[in-house]
């Protein structure tokens, strides 16, 4: 496609339930990043991926958080159990650089995800 | 890890007149800064990006200055109209050693800018 599409938009959950949040990067691009954003704050790192290999994911706020992107292109974000404080837009974001190189990151549109 | 301060939180300008906005980062090892404007609702956007080779960079109405020895940049735009009206946010990029580089992200700045 065009641009990093994210799929649902939206999203609404009851506290408890698990919700999967899916990342269709740019075609090619190397490097695969979610991040999330709360309301009024700058978005923050959870976890990167290098083709299929998730390189580093210590921004993951906890072991309910889980993702994969088993064929090094679309990617999936998984949150179990889900939390109030989960409440937040989820930012996928590719670009074409691989490791050690800095690029423009291309974000999608995100997921805002609600928990009730 | 970096740490981003993002200064001011929220800015008004009159159409014409120039916003500044400032960064400033926590590890001295951080060696690209871009900014991102993001509309209500919309995906972030790189508008411009400097590395810390280069003291400063300018893309018609838009420039950004870094100093490293004082680990803090700057946005700058010039000729300010109503669409430029949005949150930016700055980012530092730090090389993990994990395998990943990481932008750090400031709180960011809204910016009106009145007609």
Do not use: M
């Not at chain 2, 280069?54 to 000729?79: M, P, W």
């Amino acid at each position: 496609g065009a641009g990093v599409s994210q799929s649902p938009r939206y999203k609404v959950a009851k506290r408890g339930q698990d919700v999967a949040l899916r990342c269709d990067p740019i075609s090619g691009h190397v490097s695969l990043f979610w991040y999330q954003q709360a309301l009024g704050q700058g978005p923050e790192f959870l976890t990167y991926f290098q083709n299929e290999a998730q390189l580093d994911k210590s921004g993951l706020p906890s072991d309910r958080f889980f993702a994969e992107r088993p064929e090094g292109s679309v990617s999936t974000l998984k949150i179990q159990r889900t939390q109030q404080e989960d409440s937040a837009v989820y930012l996928c974001a590719s670009s074409l650089s691989g490791r050690g190189r800095t690029g423009e990151l291309f974000f999608g549109e995100g997921s805002r995800l609600t928990v009730l | 890890g970096e740490n981003v301060e993002q200064h001011p939180s929220t800015l008004s300008v009159q159409e014409g007149d120039s916003a500044v906005i400032k960064c400033t980062y926590s590890d001295s090892a951080s060696n690209y800064f871009p900014w991102y404007k993001q509309e209500l609702g919309k995906r972030p956007q790189l508008i411009i990006d400097i590395r810390s080779n280069v003291g400063e960079k300018k893309d018609q109405r838009i420039a950004v200055t870094l100093n490293k020895t004082a680990k803090h940049f700057s946005l700058h735009i010039t000729e300010t109209q109503p669409e430029d009206s949005a949150v930016y946010f700055c980012a530092a990029t730090l090389y993990s050693g994990a395998g990943s580089y990481q932008l750090t992200f400031g709180k960011g700045t809204k910016l009106s800018v009145i007609p």
